[in-house]
């Protein structure tokens, strides 16, 4: 990756708003369970950082990806996971199927209140029995003349609470799993869709996370995204870059767990000497920081092919399963080191060790990735006889 001045100069743009706005705040937002959202994403929203890959002419920047990936690394060193997980959800998981396939209508609508931060957005994907297996989802958008009855539910919906739109994956046919679905945009203030209290996650504790219901909403076929039917294929590329994002925001948050570690165990003394002094803990930290390396290198050369319009699928399943993976071994291994401090529950390596369990799971589990990966190295057995 060559970055250029543009891409350092909004780097520290991201730097300098997240060191202002967000972490003075963060242990506040992590003891309310939710953020002022809209206020932060106005706030974001006038910097132009809602829109950085977004088309100009809907108030986006029209810049490449590459620049996304600066902002995404940059919002990683944020004190609570869950507040850069939002944007996140913002930025890269509920509006690119939309910049990329949907009406000027619609765009107009949904997309540049998005970048301006006058409207947040989020992504129904997920539900109690379909959540990495996307195929097996149940919500449906049943025809009736120019609008859509939808039923269903949706599951670990990440700002829903607060939600204006949802970019919504429903069944729209009886037609095969894969050719069924479709995507369409929901106001959450339709007649018919109620939001559950907040769920008590284990981390990302910042952002708001509900189960949201659909009982008889009617929604006009206008905002359907694309043609019916190709709704999985859409979200199979939004998947591309949630998942490049995802790898992204980790590495400057796991460098951050070394850092805080390297510093807590040069002031801890242990038998008459700085912890630091350990060869088990000095090597293990250079051992951590190669690995962090290790994955910045993997996602920039994702990112790069990304711009270039290659197929990432490969690489970009490849460093969401390094950065899920990895965020466990870091913060496992900084938490061991700061002892029993590190066992209480405000520790920023305690938080961040909270917060990185996702990685593994959101957007795609290890499994899954691993089986992406498999497939496209040709190792992947077939169905045998008698699988469903």
């Known amino acids: 990756m060559q970055f250029t001045e543009e891409h350092q100069a909004l780097r520290k743009t991201v730097r300098d708003f997240v060191e202002n706005e967000i972490n003075p705040n963060c242990d506040e937002w992590e003891r309310d369970g939710r953020y002022p959202i809209h206020e932060i994403f106005k706030k974001l929203g006038d910097l132009g950082l809602l829109g950085i890959q977004k088309p100009e002419e809907y108030g986006g920047m029209g810049l490449d990806y590459s620049y996304n990936l600066v902002a995404a690394e940059e ?21 690119p199927a939309l910049a990329r396939f949907g009406s ?3 765009k107009e609508e949904f997309l540049r209140p998005s970048i301006t931060g006058e409207k947040v957005g989020c992504i129904g994907v997920s539900e109690v029995g379909a959540g990495s297996d996307v195929a097996g989802l149940k919500t449906n958008a049943k025809s009736d003349g120019d609008d859509y009855i939808i039923n269903g539910h949706k599951m670990w919906i990440t700002n829903s609470p607060s939600a204006d739109f949802i970019c919504l994956l429903a069944n729209t046919s009886d037609d095969k799993p894969h050719k069924n679905k479709s995507l369409i945009i929901v106001p959450m203030d339709t007649p018919g869709i109620s939001v559950a209290p907040h769920l008590d996650k284990l981390g990302m504790r910042s952002s708001e996370t509900a189960q949201v219901f659909f009982d008889d909403v009617r929604v006009p076929k206008r905002n359907r995204i694309g043609a019916e039917g190709t709704g999985f294929m859409m979200q199979m590329l939004q998947f591309q870059e949630e998942r490049l994002w995802g790898a992204a925001n980790v590495i400057k948050a796991l460098e951050g767990c070394v850092d805080k570690t390297i510093d807590y165990c040069r002031e801890r003394e242990t038998f008459g000497q700085p912890l630091i002094n350990n060869q088990a803990i000095h090597f293990r930290m250079a051992e951590l920081q190669t690995e962090i390396e290790a994955l910045r290198a993997l996602t920039y050369q994702a990112c790069e092919l990304h711009v270039a319009q290659k197929d990432v699928t490969q690489l970009a399943s490849m460093a969401k399963l390094k950065a899920g993976r990895l965020g466990r071994e870091v913060t496992d291994a900084c938490l061991q080191y700061w002892g029993g401090n590190g066992y209480m529950w405000d520790n920023p390596v305690s938080r961040a060790y909270r917060d990185v369990r996702l990685v593994s799971v959101g957007g795609g589990a290890d499994e899954i990735m691993l089986g992406i990966i498999c497939k496209l190295m040709g190792t992947l057995p077939g169905k045998q006889k008698g699988d469903s």
């Open 75 to 95: 919002f990683g060193i944020a004190a609570a996971g869950g507040v850069p997980l939002s944007i996140g959800v913002q930025t890269d998981m509920c509006t």
């Open 104 to 106: 000027a209508e619609q």
